[in-house]
């Protein structure tokens, strides 16, 4: 089926000549009035229309057909004049007690999906940074005193524009003008401060705009949520663009606030330098990490234009691409099942057993074998037909949990899944044709993870309480089906002489009993991988009655490991591949002294929030027991470093290798608790240094009746640190060194060692 309309930028409804029109702009802007198949629509249940139907206006249509609720509750369409006229009407009825399905899906997000309407593949997208005065300290949203100095962007042909001018208004406007031929305008960590403060002195100078026109991306709270700065250590704009080999920020030197007005006054040169380089790693960063191109495919995928997709928050809205998916597979059904409204947290959160998680064999471990299921939630609704409309307690198939699935029709989440799938596995076949990083292999990767990311939502979706089909039933079904897929794996592995060393969700780690070398594990493992899979499949169809051709669980091998190194600590271990090499060198892996490469899983080191003392000690730890592939070999060498510290932490030398850097999720007046990032907060505040979602930089310099005491870090001044401050960063490392290696090290054992 062709879609009736491709290349959509953007649409809004509109009256002309008395009738209901959707004015849309498609590719290259051409402006078009396109006349809307469907009415405006939302459903009620059937059996509460006498009660709505004194309520309803006389000239409301009633079309009566096979409509049902989740619940299988039959249901009637109420079709409308305007899409006005649905809040209205459903107001009224939900004032009364009657429940209403769809009734708050906006009409051009249902034009989309009705009318099989697809949003442009290639809209016009836009990046930009912005400097403000920052001279008398951290410019304040609530008050917008300080003025905008400039603006750098780079627009959807690539051409780029410094706005700069001694009149903000001047640039402030000119800005708006380049936004107004843009769906998307996509910033750096933008949405904590950069907009709402460009709209706050918007206001304040009196300049009107229509921010609903622009959608505005935070690249860097989206690539987080695709989780492609896992393990990268640092989320700052410079780091990520020197990790990706994008470039460089300019370098700062003295007090940012001062020099940046002195260039604005004085060399506007460098600050179109420092202004547009940062544009430029924006967009550097995103054309290597492909954000954009995976968002436009999902926004394909879902019928779901920009304007819709995006959220306030700068990132997109999971939530409705699994509504999107679920309507437009239930609307062509001989019996279409209706969402209800979104609740808003107005339901309980109930707890529920989540994913298995075993408990990893401490130490170094030679020749072992990872498998791991591929999709493992979404073929988990697959192959037991997981649906709210085909749970019944009668159902044929049956699963380790309470519940029950009819096998005589088809879940909507089962058959979107398995299109979902079906697809990713072809855009990824047609990538892998291609040279990595050329741009046809972009193309096909975007779309390829477009349709990983969103059949991977529906298991999240089914969890959340604010979602349409949240159940927490359907929710623990999955899991518990996960948890016994685990255990029976576990069993298969055991009659094949395997022992498992580890697992966590989707992934199983396992070493042959009997002596062998990592030649047998690479010949073998494959021939291995089939055999467990091939008895998982024949259990779960006997043990519950799931149709062959339901069944999609495989697993696959994902990796072999020369050493694979674990402490008793879950979900954290580095591991040396016996299969692959990485083609750089990121921030996740340790380059061993015999050329080897280990990637580090789930450690502080590769996380943002500790400190870089703290995670050079632990790298060089893991190197050691790595090279010596022995805890207890490595043991001199780790107790020798921990001395090194020890005698020079206290001398100053790595005050600067002490800084503490977290983010504040939430304002500062909302912590109840006054921990140590909130404390150092609240100090720059005072300063006039703080800037909203920005991560904070600190110092712990003392400790006081068991309180830690910490000031920021301004300008890269490091604060004085007393003994005892000193005496809580040795502590903290030397109890991680502790769990390393699971061993109690002691200042007198260090003195005894030496």
């Known amino acids: 089926?062709?879609?009736?309309?491709?290349?959509?930028?953007?649409?809004?409804?509109?009256?002309?000549?008395?009738?209901?029109?959707?004015?849309?702009?498609?590719?290259?802007?051409?402006?078009?009035?396109?006349?809307?198949?469907?009415?405006?629509?939302?459903?009620?249940?059937?059996?509460?229309?006498?009660?709505?139907?004194?309520?309803?206006?006389?000239?409301?249509?009633?079309?009566?057909?096979?409509?049902?609720?989740?619940?299988?509750?039959?249901?009637?369409?109420?079709?409308v004049r305007l899409p006005s006229d649905v809040p209205n009407i459903r107001d009224k009825l939900e004032k009364i007690g009657i429940p209403t399905y769809e009734s708050d899906i906006k009409f051009v997000r249902r034009w989309f999906i009705d009318d099989y309407?697809?949003?442009?593949?290639?809209?016009?997208?836009?990046?930009?940074?912005?400097?403000?005065?920052?001279?008398?300290?951290?410019?304040?949203?609530?008050?917008?005193?300080?003025r905008i100095l400039s603006i750098a962007v780079i627009d959807y042909q690539g051409r780029e524009y410094f706005l700069c001018d001694r009149d903000e208004h001047v640039i402030i406007s000119r800005f708006l003008e380049i936004l107004d031929y843009h769906v998307l305008a996509v910033g750096w960590n933008?949405?904590?401060?950069?907009?709402?403060?460009?709209?706050?002195?918007?206001?304040?100078?009196?300049?009107?705009?229509?921010?609903?026109?622009?959608?505005?991306?935070?690249?860097?709270?989206?690539?987080?949520?695709?989780?492609?700065?896992?393990?990268?250590?640092?989320?700052?704009?410079?780091?990520?663009?020197?990790?990706?080999?994008?470039?460089?920020?300019?370098?700062?030197?003295?007090?940012?606030?001062?020099?940046?007005?002195?260039?604005?006054?004085?060399?506007?040169?460098?600050?179109?330098?420092?202004?547009?380089?940062?544009?430029?790693?924006?967009?550097?960063i995103n054309d290597v990490l492909n954000v954009v191109n995976t968002i436009i495919s999902i926004s394909r995928i879902a019928r779901l234009p920009l304007q819709e997709l995006i959220t306030e928050q700068g990132v997109i809205s999971m939530h409705k691409v699994f509504e999107n998916m679920f309507m437009i597979y239930s609307l062509n059904r001989d019996k279409r099942i209706v969402l209800p409204r979104?609740?808003?947290?107005?339901?309980?959160?109930?707890?529920?057993?989540?994913?298995?998680?075993?408990?990893?064999?401490?130490?170094?471990?030679?020749?072992?074998?990872?498998?791991?299921?591929?999709?493992?939630?979404?073929?988990?609704?697959?192959?037991?037909?997981?649906?709210?409309?085909?749970?019944?307690?009668?159902?044929?198939?049956?699963?380790?949990?309470?519940?029950?699935?009819?096998?005589?029709?088809r879940s909507i989440l089962a058959e979107a899944l398995e299109e979902l799938l079906k697809e990713r596995r072809k855009y990824k076949k047609l990538m892998k044709q291609y040279p990595k990083g050329s741009r046809e292999w972009k193309k096909y990767n975007a779309i390829q993870m477009a349709y990983k990311i969103t059949a991977n939502a529906v298991y999240g979706i089914l969890g959340d309480n604010t979602s349409r089909i949240y159940s927490k039933e359907l929710a623990e079904t999955v899991t518990?089906?996960?948890?016994?897929?685990?255990?029976?794996?576990?069993?298969?592995?055991?009659?094949?002489?395997?022992?498992?060393?580890?697992?966590?969700?989707?992934?199983?780690?396992?070493?042959?009993?009997?002596?062998?070398?990592?030649?047998?594990?690479?010949?073998?493992?494959?021939?291995?991988?089939?055999?467990?899979?091939?008895?998982?499949?024949?259990i779960a169809i006997r043990e519950f009655n799931i149709p062959e051709e339901f069944w999609s669980i495989r697993l696959k091998v994902e990796d072999i490991f020369d050493e694979i190194y674990f402490i008793e600590t879950k979900k954290k271990y580095a591991f040396i591949s016996a299969t692959s090499k990485p083609e750089k060198l990121l921030p996740f892996h340790i380059q061993l002294s015999d050329g080897r490469i280990a990637t580090l899983v789930g450690f502080e080191a590769i996380k943002r929030d500790y400190f870089p003392l703290y995670k050079s000690v632990q790298i060089q730890v893991i190197k050691a027991i790595l090279e010596e592939g022995d805890v207890s070999k490595a043991l001199p060498r780790?107790?020798?470093?921990?001395?090194?510290?020890?005698?020079?932490?206290?001398?100053g030398i790595y005050d600067k290798l002490l800084v503490w850097t977290k983010r504040l999720n939430k304002p500062l007046e909302e912590y109840k608790h006054r921990a140590p990032h909130v404390e150092a907060g609240?100090?720059?505040?005072?300063?006039?240094?703080?800037?909203?979602?920005?991560?904070?930089?600190?110092?712990?310099v003392d400790e006081v009746n068991g309180r830690l005491v910490a000031e920021p870090v301004v300008d890269n001044r490091i604060p004085k640190i007393s003994p005892r401050g000193y005496k809580y960063y040795f502590e903290k490392i030397q109890e991680m060194v502790e769990r390393l290696t699971k061993q109690h090290i002691t200042t007198a054992d260090l003195d005894e060692f030496f």
Not at 121 to 146: H, T, Y
Not at 691 to 700: A, L, M, S
């Open 1 to 79: 089926m062709k879609p009736s309309l491709d290349g959509v930028i953007k649409a809004n409804w509109t009256i002309r000549d008395n009738q209901l029109y959707i004015r849309c702009f498609l590719d290259n802007w051409d402006k078009k009035y396109v006349k809307p198949r469907i009415r405006p629509y939302f459903f009620i249940r059937e059996k509460d229309f006498l009660k709505a139907l004194k309520h309803l206006p006389s000239w409301i249509e009633v079309e009566k057909g096979e409509y049902y609720t989740t619940n299988w509750e039959k249901c009637i369409k109420l079709n």
């Open 117 to 146: 309407i697809l949003p442009s593949s290639r809209p016009p997208v836009m990046f930009f940074d912005i400097e403000v005065d920052s001279r008398r300290g951290m410019p304040r949203i609530d008050k917008p005193e300080q």
């Open 190 to 284: 933008i949405i904590g401060f950069d907009i709402p403060y460009l709209k706050a002195r918007c206001e304040r100078l009196g300049i009107s705009f229509d921010w609903n026109s622009i959608k505005f991306l935070d690249l860097q709270r989206q690539a987080e949520r695709f989780q492609l700065l896992k393990g990268f250590g640092s989320e700052k704009l410079g780091d990520v663009a020197e990790i990706l080999d994008v470039g460089r920020k300019v370098e700062i030197r003295g007090d940012m606030g001062e020099v940046l007005w002195d260039w604005f006054r004085n060399n506007p040169k460098k600050l179109y330098e420092y202004n547009m380089t940062d544009t430029r790693l924006t967009k550097g």
């Open 342 to 409: 979104r609740s808003y947290g107005s339901r309980e959160v109930k707890k529920y057993k989540g994913a298995i998680v075993l408990q990893p064999r401490f130490g170094v471990l030679r020749n072992v074998i990872e498998l791991d299921f591929e999709s493992l939630y979404p073929n988990i609704i697959i192959s037991f037909n997981v649906g709210v409309e085909t749970l019944d307690p009668n159902g044929r198939i049956k699963t380790p949990y309470v519940t029950r699935f009819r096998d005589d029709i």
């Open 480 to 538: 518990s089906i996960g948890r016994w897929l685990f255990t029976v794996m576990n069993k298969i592995a055991n009659e094949l002489g395997l022992e498992v060393v580890y697992g966590d969700t989707d992934s199983i780690y396992f070493m042959p009993r009997q002596k062998v070398d990592l030649k047998w594990c690479i010949e073998n493992a494959e021939r291995l991988c089939e055999e467990i899979n091939k008895r998982l499949k024949e």
């Open 638 to 651: 780790i107790t020798n470093l921990l001395r090194i510290v020890e005698e020079n932490l206290y001398t």
């Open 682 to 700: 609240l100090k720059l505040l005072k300063m006039g240094k703080f800037k909203p979602g920005t991560p904070i930089e600190y110092v712990i």
